[in-house]
């Protein structure tokens, strides 16, 4: 037993380098939420191997001389894809041994066919705390269909990627959707036969079903879709053209986008997720005016960071940051507002981040609470800001780019990011990325002394000195300082590599007022004095003393609400 063991991990070390194809051929019973398939694996080579199974679903081998046994039952199933939100979920798996009779060679191709029913419960998300959102690793019910690597409900060979073409069954009157191109629709009496192929490297299959309504339009190479729930054709055609605005503008920016459709999927409880080549919102999220501009072009976006190319979470999530910047910020950006943007998202570190909760981003796997938001995306998001700062946006993006077409269809960490700028650039860029992504803390300036000299020329001199007063060593900053003169405004950068360091300037008229980091350009603790009061201060705060209405009873609202704020049990 202890060789054949052996014998599959050194197979499934050699199987996570290639990929596996899936010629799937599925059936669904919505009212019964029952699923049969029939899948035809490829693997690399012709060996023994094992997969992990949704513990509902029980695979019974098809191809002769083909066996299947169960290793071990009641597995904890693990994260998939971008799927990384640390909860617990109540899935269990199953794993199972494949193997050939000794008469039969070991093939590359065999058939297996498993049924089952699925209909896991809601349970809270941890990674959408703030929204509410519940979430479930799969459910097939009459409202409609969710299956996602979560589900385990095709094979999964250890962390190799799949390729897939999927015959799905359902219903008439429901329609389908999954990652790459529809290539067959036929109406087969009460049910009807939708064919998905996707042929890009994937991490996981997803499957979405209900009675949709569909509305496209063909942005350029790329099929912009909408699959609603309720027939809205004003509402899909809005999305339609939002889509293709961004598809461009991204095309423009980053390269040609991954995948022939972009499609809308309104779900059918409240979710906000990007998958490959789709996004699925709830019905109540996809009618909030200010979505199509925010969270929208923000899951679009993950088409490029995240979906198709894909994170190395053992190494830290480096694309949340990077989609937050280069979707939220940058539209704020757009609008005039990235210094606000900016601003909120420090507030939201300085308020939330502290020595008991805070993290490197190589920690970094998905949010969770407020501290894990303001670090995994905010640090993430100005880290980025100030890379850019520091080359220019034509540089940035050229980096980006080749980041990009290098990595497509791979895992990739911040690693590889920092290799492609190093490219564009010519700079070692080591030391940047290890102050950020592996060390903690953030950095916090006081300006000490400022003195005004004026010259024999008519000409002044300024001499500020700056300090970092956080108890940890010096960062290396690029200071952005602000002389504001009688004729104007001065704007400087000066680098920072001491905890106290004196800077000199020259101004032609009289300085007035000397401003650090005024556009909030630098990642750091604000002082109090920058940012108005927020309620994230209270959330931050490691003491808190909360007062109520004398007499008021034990389990009422207001008591209930106070020992919830600080952590204690009603």
Known sequence: MRFQLLSIFFFLTTVLQAQIHHQLDVTINPELSTIQVRDEITLPEGKETSFFLNEDLLPKPITKGLSINKIAANQKAKDIGMDHDQGTSSLRLTEWHVAWQDRYPA???????????????????????QRGFSESPGIISQKGIYLAGSTYWVPIFGDAMMT?????????GWKSVSQGVRTKEENQGAMQLEQWSCDKLQEEAFLIGAQFSEYSFDAGNVKAMAFLRTPDEGLANKYLETTAQYLEMYRQILGLYPYSKFALVENFW???????????????????????????????LHNWWGNSVYVDFEKGNWCEGLTAYMADHLIKEQRGKGEDYRRSTLQKFSDLVNTRNDFPLTDFRSRYDGPSEAIGYGKSLMMWHMLRRKFGDETFLRAMQKFYRSNKFKRASF?????????????????FFEQWVTRKGAPELVLEDTQVQKLLDGTYQVAISLRQKQEEPAFVLDVPLAIVTQNGTLEFVREMKTKSQKFVFSTESEPMKVLVDPKFDLFRILDSKEVAPALTKAYGSPKTLILLPKGTPKGSAYDVFARSWVKEEP
Do not use: W
Request: charge should be negative.
């Open 164 to 172: 897939f073409v999927m015959d799905v069954h359902l219903p008439k």
């Open 107 to 129: 093939a590359k191709t065999f058939v297996i066919e498993y049924s089952g029913k699925i209909n896991a419960p809601m349970e809270q998300s941890e990674n959408n705390y």
């Open 270 to 300: 409240e979710t906000g997720y990007g998958m490959p080549s789709f996004t699925l919102l709830g019905e109540k999220i996809i009618r909030f005016p200010f979505i199509m501009h925010s969270s929208y072009p923000h899951e679009l």
């Open 415 to 431: 690693d590889d990011i920092r290799l492609a700028f190093e490219a564009v650039t010519e700079q070692d860029l080591k030391p």
